[in-house]
């Protein structure tokens, strides 16, 4: 079986990784680090092709020590028992160094059993995520993580990986077109990985040794999509997607999607957004829009791409074609503005939580002591209004409810 490109282009030696300057250039502590053989466990994080695993890799070679690789996604906690049980039985005092890619996947408890052996330096552990470990990883594990981030490729990193490979998979005798080149870095944003995937399936179907536009379009199976997340593209687009979605537009609101998607853009970026559109412009005229909008956001997360295209879609049309309300947004910073610059007002009394009373005191009224659980009483001196129902959807509801009461309250 012939051996992937991802394989032979890997570097054996810190002095051959491409990228990641910032933790591992010169005079930087990880490399000072490796070059000494004195690693610590750590806890590497950042996006999909990197690099990650291939510097640990590069660290455990040095180390000249026994390796372990777990996934946590696939294999439970079992597997790190074993490796446990492995060096406690063990007679050899061996450097043993414990990979455990997405360790993310570990819940709470599993993260736990960790511990005790990082504590006693019994087992360096390296765990490499793509989420962010402050969210997904137990305080008393990164206590013990040196904790590194990686980031994205930039587009001089994936030359130099696109021209290593080329030489040293290929003896300089593949041909890649300047056009070609574009293409594939645009497509890989970032991903080495990415990268390597799309030279060695483009290299199958080239002709006279030479990969030019037509090759790289053809085998990336997609239009190529002009998409520059940190430029123009990325705030144009997503501009046209939230207004395409206020405006209950749902071929727009598709294509702009579509955009996003071709153009490699962070589909929790598009969810993030179309939880915002979700409570800033559908707000209380559909308030199932917010719980849909979220759970698309969660379902994201754990999904991945290519089938979270599908709740992307699913979520954004949902909150394209739901009644629009802004008067939660307005009536927020109306508050917020009278805050800042109104009035200050001081709590009433008969609202505290802990009040003493003289006989002349107002008592707080328990409204579900009262007919509808509604009266009328001062909950804010100097009354101000600052949420003004529409006549949109479930708000025309909370519209007539609001007048009922009040009349209901006047009648007694």
């Not at 295209?309 to 927020?332: D, E, M, T, W």
């Not at 508050?335 to 107002?362: C, M, W, Y």
């Not at 804010?380 to 025309?396: H, R, S, V």
Request: aromatic share 10%; glycine share 4%.
């Amino acid at each position: 079986m012939q051996e992937s490109l991802q394989k032979i282009v890997a570097p054996k030696e810190i002095d051959e990784f491409i990228g990641q300057s910032h933790i591992v250039g010169e005079n930087k502590y990880l490399r000072k680090a490796i070059e000494n053989g004195f690693i610590k466990s750590s806890l590497f994080y950042g996006p999909s092709g990197t690099g990650k695993t291939v510097l640990a890799s590069i660290i455990a070679s040095k180390l000249n020590a026994r390796v372990f690789k777990i996934n946590a996604a696939v294999d439970g906690i079992s597997e790190f028992k074993s490796v446990r049980d492995y060096v406690k039985n063990s007679f050899n005092k061996e450097n043993v160094v414990v990979i455990i890619d997405e360790i993310h996947h570990f819940n709470k408890t599993q993260q736990d059993v960790l511990l005790p052996s990082m504590e006693r330096d019994e087992i360096i552990v390296i765990g490499i995520t793509t989420e962010n470990p402050f969210f997904y990883i137990n305080k008393s594990l990164l206590s013990r993580f040196l904790i590194f981030e990686f980031k994205k490729h930039s587009n001089k990193d994936l030359l130099l990986i696109m021209d290593r490979a080329i030489e040293k998979a290929y003896n300089n005798k593949i041909t890649i077109t300047p056009k070609a080149k574009e293409i594939l870095i645009k497509y890989s944003d970032g991903d080495a990985r990415r990268l390597l995937n799309a030279i060695e399936a483009s290299i199958v179907i080239a002709k006279n040794n030479i990969i030019d536009e037509k090759e790289v379009t053809e085998i990336l199976s997609i239009r190529y999509v002009s998409y520059d997340k940190k430029y123009d593209d990325h705030y144009d687009v997503i501009s046209a997607f939230i207004k395409s979605m206020r405006g209950t537009d749902p071929d727009a609101t598709l294509y702009w999607l579509a955009r996003m998607i071709l153009g490699g853009e962070d589909p929790l970026f598009i969810a993030r957004r179309i939880v915002i559109c979700a409570s800033e412009d559908v707000g209380l005229a559909n308030p199932m829009a917010l719980v849909v909008a979220n759970s698309a956001l969660e379902a994201v997360k754990n999904i991945g791409m290519p089938e979270s295209r599908i709740i992307l879609a699913h979520a954004a049309l949902y909150v394209c074609l739901s009644p629009k309300s802004n008067s939660a947004y307005i009536g927020i910073e109306k508050a917020i503005d009278e805050v800042k610059h109104g009035q200050f007002r001081e709590v009433p009394l008969h609202l505290k939580s802990f009040k003493t009373f003289d006989e002349n005191s107002k008592k707080y009224k328990y409204p579900h002591d009262w007919p509808n659980h509604y009266v009328e009483q001062e909950y804010m001196p100097n009354p101000k209004k600052f949420y003004i129902p529409t006549d949109q959807g479930n708000e025309l509801k909370i519209k007539k409810f609001i007048e009922e009461l009040k009349n209901n309250e006047k009648k007694t």
